[in-house]
């Protein structure tokens, strides 16, 4: 019964980020129906009770959750809340399930009126605070691992908290001006050198103001927007990709999975009161800038060399405003790397981003008189709305017969960044690399594995395969690299590990379980399924270890599905049925090679110190509040990171061409062709990829192997 229920409006996804949701939903409706927040909630309750693959009980455990990610999603930095506010909020703690049950909001009405009166006394704490200068000789240190540290005993220490934060600001704006008025009188000695009186002042200054704006707009902001918050504390009690969509992020979401984007070439997401970046387009603005990266988080927006805004605590519609923009116009984005934690300015020009850049494209490239195809996959996309429409299996099959026409020896398929997409595409993909078997085992809750065969007879490609990963490539780009490992149909190379996000989502509109309703109430996208491996393992948690592990940046931290709250265990099902293909004479042979060269190569050997170096910083949470002390500890920083300054300076001296379909293109499609320069442009100077080719070039198929052309 219950797969009868979910089949007419199911959509299946696999994806990396899950969690995108906006702050706020459908103001004008919850403003005329006071109903709507228990409609919701009363919903919300049912469905996942009911279709969730964990069977969860509504208990203290839940309330516990629910209270805990509520408060920490409205003060992620301890600015507000002290330990007096949590003993009353917490007569709550252990209640919010039996409120749930019985649709009621009490809690959320007491924190949420509770926040509303610290957001005024906020606005009062700062501005007086930075009335007058801080003390900058005095020795104390800051602890900035928000999420660890105790909330404010009370509000003198609230007030304290709040001093700390705010001197850090100023400190790190002091510092990066002193040091951008070193450079200015390096070249220029007529320059005047500010004092350091001076400088506090305007950065002092500068952090009010910013201050300022950033309260403005949470004045904006009304009750439906905070309680999309406290919708998302509940749902994500069951797992961390079951989320509440509101309307509008659902018609964004749709958008996402058809390949339909625009903007500087970047899938953005609200978490808390930053915007983080969820993606970059291949072939987009961001992209070919190359500095912007997943998990980064942007703090200012300046149109080319205006005043920059800052955009925290701003709402994602009205973020994506001020970053989109004219093509051939620059946007300036300042930075909270997610890998060190510094701040960069990246300026990148905005352009049109082509619906062609989301999809699969290939190169052919020469190696030892041989010629070898890379297929670059994105995403595994399809249009739900329109399945007529291109979607990534039937252009994969397309594009494998173009290169094989060009007479290629072997195949690489780049899954790196692929953050996943359609289940269906992903069993589709995989079955053009065997003749016919099972793909992926999916899983509902309380019920045995159903296995997903490729049952076609027909293979695409059976010649020499390797499948580039790394720590971003998930779901559908896991079933996809499980499957060719399993059959050892193919070399799995990249990160050690990738992503780990072994589960099945399914949107399901709210109105569907509650019709009479006028409005729309959004849709909530839930955890259905797990799925695992034909060899019985899940990708859960573990991801897909590569054949061959490479060094990247983040080898050493805690990345991907692991390190996310209240992520689904990783477990075993039975075996499927099937049998590995054993193409290659010299599998093991090539994989022990390549692991010899990597150890001796000095590039990579250099990239795993920084990946070390990185963790370290990584973990180092505590700051000097002195400014002498706090200026050495950043030259010291600045001066270990020059050794690190090239590692990723390469040329393999490889030329790489389009396929003879894009060339006869380029004639009437400059644009095509300068995308194209780019790619191959960044190719030519790919460590991995040029690794990956050493792999392939070396690999020997079975005696009774011959590559079928159409």
């Given at each position: 019964?219950?797969?009868?229920?979910?089949?007419?409006?199911?959509?299946?996804?696999?994806?990396?980020?899950?969690?995108?949701?906006?702050?706020?939903?459908?103001?004008?409706?919850?403003?005329?129906?006071?109903?709507?927040?228990?409609?919701?909630?009363?919903?919300?309750?049912?469905?996942?009770?009911?279709?969730?693959?964990?069977?969860?009980?509504?208990?203290?455990?839940?309330?516990?959750?629910?209270?805990?990610?509520?408060?920490?999603?409205?003060?992620?930095?301890?600015?507000?809340?002290?330990?007096?506010?949590?003993?009353?909020?917490?007569?709550?703690?252990?209640?919010?399930?039996?409120?749930?049950?019985?649709?009621?909001?009490?809690?959320?009405?007491?924190?949420?009126?509770?926040?509303?009166?610290?957001?005024?006394?906020?606005?009062?704490?700062?501005?007086?605070?930075?009335?007058?200068?801080?003390?900058?000789?005095?020795?104390?240190?800051?602890?900035?691992?928000?999420?660890?540290?105790?909330?404010?005993?009370?509000?003198?220490?609230?007030?304290?908290?709040?001093?700390?934060?705010?001197?850090?600001?100023?400190?790190?704006?002091?510092?990066?001006?002193?040091?951008?008025?070193?450079?200015?009188?390096?070249?220029?000695?007529?320059?005047?050198?500010?004092?350091?009186?001076?400088?506090?002042?305007?950065?002092?200054?500068?952090?009010?103001?910013?201050?300022?704006?950033?309260?403005?707009?949470?004045?904006?902001?009304?009750?439906?927007?905070?309680?999309?918050?406290?919708?998302?504390?509940?749902?994500?009690?069951?797992?961390?990709?079951?989320?509440?969509?509101?309307?509008?992020?659902?018609?964004?979401?749709?958008?996402?999975?058809?390949?339909?984007?625009?903007?500087?070439?970047?899938?953005?997401?609200?978490?808390?009161?930053?915007?983080?970046?969820?993606e970059l387009i291949s072939g987009g603005p961001a992209w070919k800038q190359g500095d912007l990266e997943?998990?980064?988080?942007?703090?200012?927006?300046?149109?080319?060399?205006?005043?920059?805004?800052?955009?925290?605590?701003?709402?994602?519609?009205?973020?994506?405003?001020?970053?989109?923009?004219?093509?051939?116009?620059?946007?300036?984005?300042?930075?909270?790397?997610?890998?060190?934690?510094?701040?960069?300015?990246?300026?990148?020009?905005?352009?049109?981003?082509?619906?062609?850049?989301?999809?699969?494209?290939?190169?052919?490239?020469?190696?030892?008189?041989?010629?070898?195809?890379?297929?670059?996959?994105?995403?595994?996309?399809?249009?739900?709305?329109?399945?007529?429409?291109?979607?990534?299996?039937?252009?994969?099959?397309?594009?494998?017969?173009?290169?094989?026409?060009?007479?290629?020896?072997?195949?690489?398929?780049?899954?790196?960044?692929?953050?996943?997409?359609?289940?269906?595409?992903?069993?589709?993909?995989?079955?053009?690399?065997?003749?016919?078997?099972?793909?992926?085992?999916?899983?509902?809750?309380?019920?045995?594995?159903?296995?997903?065969?490729?049952?076609?007879?027909?293979?695409?490609?059976?010649?020499?395969?390797?499948?580039?990963?790394?720590?971003?490539?998930?779901?559908?780009?896991?079933?996809?690299?499980?499957?060719?490992?399993?059959?050892?149909?193919?070399?799995?190379?990249?990160?050690?590990?990738?992503?780990?996000?072994?589960?099945?989502?399914?949107?399901?509109?709210?109105?569907?379980?509650?019709?009479?309703?006028?409005?729309?109430?959004?849709?909530?996208?839930?955890?259905?399924?797990?799925?695992?491996?034909?060899?019985?393992?899940?990708?859960?948690?573990?991801?897909?270890?590569?054949?061959?592990?490479?060094?990247?940046?983040?080898?050493?931290?805690?990345?991907?599905?692991?390190?996310?709250?209240?992520?689904?265990?990783?477990?075993?099902?039975?075996?499927?049925?099937?049998?590995?293909?054993?193409?290659?004479?010299?599998?093991?042979?090539?994989?022990?090679?390549?692991?010899?060269?990597?150890?001796?190569?000095?590039?990579?050997?250099?990239?795993?110190?920084?990946?070390?170096?990185?963790?370290?910083?990584?973990?180092?949470?505590?700051?000097?509040?002195?400014?002498?002390?706090?200026?050495?500890?950043?030259?010291?920083?600045?001066?270990?990171?020059?050794?690190?300054?090239?590692?990723?300076?390469?040329?393999?001296?490889?030329?790489?061409?389009?396929?003879?379909?894009?060339?006869?293109?380029?004639?009437?499609?400059?644009?095509?062709?300068?995308?194209?320069?780019?790619?191959?442009?960044?190719?030519?100077?790919?460590?991995?990829?040029?690794?990956?080719?050493?792999?392939?070039?070396?690999?020997?198929?079975?005696?009774?192997?011959?590559?079928?052309?159409?």
């Open positions: 019964m219950k797969k009868k229920f979910i089949v007419p409006f199911l959509i299946i996804i696999l994806l990396i980020s899950t969690s995108i949701y906006s702050s706020s939903f459908d103001k004008k409706a919850s403003e005329k129906d006071p109903e709507k927040d228990r409609v919701i909630v009363y919903v919300l309750k049912n469905i996942l009770s009911r279709y969730h693959y964990v069977q969860k009980e509504l208990n203290d455990n839940f309330s516990e959750h629910v209270y805990t990610s509520f408060i920490d999603g409205l003060d992620p930095n301890k600015r507000y809340f002290t330990q007096e506010d949590l003993k009353e909020f917490s007569q709550f703690k252990y209640q919010i399930d039996d409120q749930l049950k019985d649709t009621r909001i009490d809690f959320y009405k007491l924190v949420y009126n509770r926040f509303l009166e610290k957001l005024t006394a906020a606005k009062n704490n700062y501005r007086t605070l930075l009335a007058q200068p801080f003390d900058y000789k005095k020795k104390e240190l800051i602890d900035v691992e928000y999420d660890k540290i105790p909330f404010a005993k009370n509000e003198h220490e609230l007030i304290d908290y709040w001093r700390k934060q705010l001197k850090l600001s100023i400190l790190s704006r002091i510092e990066e001006a002193e040091t951008a008025q070193n450079t200015d009188i390096e070249k220029d000695k007529t320059i005047k050198k500010k004092t350091f009186k001076s400088l506090e002042h305007e950065a002092r200054k500068e952090v009010l103001k910013n201050m300022d704006e950033l309260y403005q707009r949470i004045d904006e902001l009304e009750n439906s927007d905070w309680y999309s918050t406290f919708l998302n504390s509940v749902v994500s009690g069951f797992d961390p990709h079951t989320t509440y969509m509101s309307p509008r992020t659902k018609s964004r979401f749709d958008q996402e999975m058809s390949g339909k984007l625009e903007g500087i070439g970047a899938r953005l997401q609200k978490k808390g009161i930053y915007t983080h970046i969820v997943p998990e980064d988080i942007i703090l200012k927006v300046a149109q080319g060399t205006e005043t920059p805004l800052d955009i925290v605590g701003m709402r994602l519609d009205d973020a994506i405003k001020f970053i989109k923009g004219k093509k051939g116009t620059e946007v300036r984005l300042t930075v909270k790397k997610k890998i060190d934690g510094s701040v960069k300015i990246i300026p990148i020009i905005r352009d049109v981003v082509e619906l062609d850049e989301t999809f699969v494209k290939s190169t052919i490239v020469e190696k030892n008189g041989e010629k070898y195809g890379i297929i670059d996959l994105p995403r595994f996309y399809i249009d739900f709305n329109d399945l007529s429409r291109r979607d990534a299996a039937k252009d994969m099959e397309i594009e494998i017969d173009r290169l094989k026409n060009e007479n290629v020896k072997g195949l690489i398929v780049d899954l790196r960044d692929n953050g996943g997409g359609s289940l269906k595409t992903a069993i589709e993909i995989g079955g053009l690399f065997i003749s016919k078997g099972p793909i992926v085992q999916v899983k509902y809750r309380g019920e045995e594995p159903l296995v997903k065969n490729d049952t076609d007879s027909k293979t695409q490609w059976n010649g020499p395969l390797v499948v580039m990963v790394n720590e971003f490539s998930a779901s559908a780009s896991e079933i996809f690299a499980a499957a060719m490992q399993d059959y050892k149909r193919g070399v799995i190379i990249g990160g050690k590990q990738t992503y780990g996000k072994g589960t099945v989502q399914n949107v399901m509109p709210i109105n569907r379980f509650y019709e009479k309703y006028p409005s729309d109430l959004g849709a909530l996208k839930m955890t259905i399924q797990k799925f695992y491996r034909i060899n019985g393992g899940s990708t859960q948690i573990e991801g897909v270890y590569s054949d061959i592990a490479l060094p990247t940046k983040y080898s050493y931290m805690k990345f991907g599905e692991r390190d996310l709250e209240g992520a689904l265990p990783w477990d075993k099902v039975q075996q499927a049925k099937y049998s590995t293909i054993d193409s290659y004479s010299n599998f093991t042979d090539v994989i022990y090679n390549s692991k010899q060269r990597v150890l001796k190569n000095e590039k990579f050997n250099k990239i795993d110190d920084y990946a070390k170096w990185l963790k370290k910083n990584q973990d180092e949470k505590t700051y000097s509040l002195n400014y002498t002390t706090f200026k050495k500890e950043s030259k010291k920083k600045e001066k270990e990171s020059e050794q690190f300054k090239n590692i990723y300076k390469f040329d393999s001296n490889l030329a790489f061409s389009s396929p003879k379909h894009e060339l006869n293109l380029f004639v009437n499609d400059t644009v095509l062709k300068e995308k194209r320069i780019v790619w191959h442009k960044n190719l030519k100077k790919d460590i991995y990829l040029n690794e990956a080719l050493n792999v392939l070039s070396e690999l020997k198929m079975t005696k009774n192997y011959t590559i079928v052309k159409q």
